[in-house]
């Protein structure tokens, strides 16, 4: 049998004043916030707030334990009742490593051993060292089933097969065993000599005792299914070799020889940690009944008991000790068991408060997504909903009841005080365009935000904007916007405000000038229907080629000029600007809101550039030299030679080099078809 644990780390004693000194200077700066860190430098990033400000050192407590003699400390380390509290002594440091797991310290390890509970634990073989063995039977490991850690001890110790407390998993252990018949072949039968096998009842108790009353006591073996096919295996390949069949009978017969005193020590064993386990139940089950005693005498409940740290550490230090709790045991702790419980008691109520606020907070998202699907009427911002005065009456419950969302009562004030809300914005937007304190009881002029020239900018936004065209809003979008540059948190956190906004002056003049083509004015209901919004009849006199878009188009194209030209012509008229193909709505957002992945992967083709497809030859006048005509004449050609199908990032930058625009629309390109 290999070696099955190993020690723990040798190193030196500690010196007396264990005192780690950090210099400031080389500290790392902390560049990200703690959310974004890594475990390690989250745990740097504590230890470091944790200096003194006075001298940047960080003082340990002093360990009197390693300053004992080891005289005095076998003595205590005699009075415990397993050798796992002294394999856990050993892995506290270098120094008690050192110590205890020296051959001078192996009286220690045999004294626990003899005084362990339920009995002494059997002597170990010869391969075996004294921390190896503790470890061996103490630690933690993974179900062999389930792969889930737990902390039982081998249910098999010479197939080192460990299983939890799961029903499922022993069954389904069992049925990995092989059981050796007189059935096999003759070839194989040598292979059961030296293989480990299961050293305790294969079936459970009560089918055992049935057995021994039928007078079945021939003993079954059982083996590993896997142990058995890889030791024929083995067999086979030897018998291949005749030179190393010699060889491969002297090694397995050394495992047959040490085989039966292998069996009997695990059988020692298996009967040892039945003991064990049968012992861990009853006094778990006497400790659970005091439990239950000490809750009941003061006043409390049994699981705030056990939340207490105090008393949690008190009831698995006993239990894991075999050891009852006694009253005396727990009158040295009941005072600060008492504050704890209190302060879990308040812990409970505040996330139970914290909980329901939440719950409300949800209710009040789903009642704006109600109000948002289900009405036409203009809505704020979710942060600006929320501080709605019947709003903030609902987050401010915390009493747990029906769904207020379905409430037609709640409905009702919502409905007021969007509607005084909604009064309110109109008039601030109002105010911002010149009419402040505007009154009009005609049904044919429109309100000032309710008016095709109203259009607003973010005045924040264009403060943080990178890119060098602000948008335009109208009094519906703004009451919605929410500024992009913030990230997710920051945005949630945003205060929505009319002052943030101002009239975007470029845009009124421009939609204006259109009214004035159209011959209606701005305040007239009539307007909303004479601007087709969609139709492509506005002609860009200011771009070099001739650009034809609709109304909703042009209130994005305007911001590229500071005062742009531009000409209302007639849908026939426009469609020998657009005899490529139709403006095709929407592509610039579906392309541009891509995710990464679908950007970076290859792209068709299919979008040709209508800049230069409609750039005319230019026009020479008799006042241009001749140089002047050469430019313009060669500028004409290079942008005609350009004139193939791009993919879409190919013709963002096609657009940016060539024509000059930071910004690409609609109107500026068409789909080829294929």
């Known amino acids: ?43 740097r990033a504590r230890r470091e707030a944790a200096l003194s400000p006075e001298d940047g050192e960080i003082a340990t407590t002093e360990c009197y334990l390693a300053k004992m003699p080891l005289e005095i400390l076998a003595e205590i380390l005699a009075h415990t009742s397993s050798p796992r509290d002294v394999l856990a002594l050993a892995r506290c440091n270098k120094y008690f490593c050192n110590t205890l797991c020296n051959r001078s310290s192996t009286f220690i390890w045999r004294h626990a051993r003899a005084n362990c509970e339920p009995g002494p634990v059997p002597d170990p073989l010869p391969n075996f060292t004294e921390p190896a063995y503790a470890a061996f039977l103490f630690d933690a490991g993974a179900c062999e089933v389930c792969k889930k850690r737990t902390k039982s001890m081998y249910w098999s110790f010479l197939l080192q097969a460990r299983l939890c407390d799961e029903a499922q998993c022993k069954p389904k252990w069992q049925s990995s065993l092989r059981k050796l018949s007189s059935k096999d072949p003759e070839r194989y039968k040598e292979i059961s000599t030296w293989l480990p096998r299961l050293e305790r009842p294969f079936h459970s ?52 020889d040490r085989l039966p005193a292998r069996i009997e020590w695990t059988k020692k064993l298996t009967i040892w940690s039945d003991m064990f386990r049968a012992k861990h139940r009853v006094v778990k089950a006497a400790n659970d009944q005091m439990t239950r005693q000490l809750a009941k005498t003061e006043g409390w409940v049994p699981f705030y008991l056990l939340q207490s740290g105090t008393y949690s550490m008190l009831y698995r230090s006993k239990t894991t000790s075999l050891e009852t709790i006694e009253l005396r045991d727990f009158a040295v702790v009941r005072s600060t068991v008492s504050e704890e419980i209190t302060q879990n008691l308040d812990r ?13 907070r949800e209710e009040v998202d789903q009642i704006y997504i109600t ?33 207020i969302h379905k409430s037609k009562f709640v409905a009702e004030l919502m409905k007021d005080n969007l509607r005084e809300w909604q009064e309110k914005a109109r008039a601030g937007f109002a105010a911002l365009l010149g009419f402040s304190e505007w009154s009009n009881t005609s049904k044919k002029l429109l309100h000032p935000v309710d008016r ?79 601007v ?7 002609l860009c006199l200011s771009c070099p080629s001739k650009i034809v878009m609709g109304f909703d188009h042009a209130l994005k194209h305007c911001k590229r000029h500071p005062e742009m030209k531009f000409t209302v012509i007639e849908s026939a008229e426009a469609q020998k600007y657009l005899h490529d193909g139709p403006i095709p709505r929407g592509a610039t957002l579906l392309n541009m809101c891509l995710p990464i992945k679908a950007r970076q992967k290859p792209q068709a083709a299919i979008y040709g550039c209508r800049h230069c497809r409609n750039l005319s030859q230019p026009e020479h006048t008799q006042g241009e030299v001749a140089g002047e005509q050469e430019a313009s004449s060669a500028r004409y050609a290079r942008v005609a030679a350009k004139r193939k199908p791009y993919s879409f990032n190919g013709l963002r930058s096609h657009v940016k080099s060539m024509h000059g625009l930071e910004r690409i629309g609609d109107e500026d390109f068409y789909e080829q078809k294929p």
């Open 532 to 538: 087709p919004e969609r139709e492509p009849t506005i």
């Open 1 to 43: 049998m290999s070696k099955i644990a190993t020690a723990v780390p040798s190193g030196s004693a500690p010196s007396q004043t264990q005192t780690v000194a950090i210099s400031r200077a080389t500290a790392p700066a902390q560049t990200a916030p703690l959310g974004r860190l890594s475990k390690r430098a989250k745990k």
């Open 205 to 256: 108790v009560q089918e055992f005792m049935m057995q021994q009353l039928l007078g079945d006591v021939t003993p079954s073996v059982y083996i590993r299914r896997s142990d058995w096919q890889a030791a024929a295996d083995e067999l086979n390949k030897a018998m291949l070799l005749p030179a190393t069949m010699s060889e491969y009978l002297r090694e397995k017969q050394l495992l047959a």
């Open 371 to 403: 109000a948002q699907r289900g009405s036409k009427e203009v809505m704020p911002t979710l942060r600006e909903f929320r501080k709605l005065p019947v709003m903030r009456v609902l987050q401010a419950t915390a009493t747990e009841s029906e769904d």
């Open 348 to 360: 409970a109520k505040r996330r139970k408060k914290e909980a329901a606020y939440a719950t409300r």
């Open 452 to 530: 095709l020239t109203a259009r607003f900018r973010c005045t924040v936004c264009d403060k943080r904007r990178k890119k060098p065209e602000a948008e335009s809003y109208t009094f519906e979008e703004a009451c919605r916007h929410e500024c992009s540059h913030h990230d997710t948190n920051k945005r949630g956190r945003q205060n929505w405000s009319v002052d943030q906004f101002a009239p975007d002056q470029q845009v009124i003049d421009f939609v204006h000038g259109v009214l004035r083509h159209y011959g209606v004015s701005a305040e007239d209901r009539e307007s909303l229907a004479a």
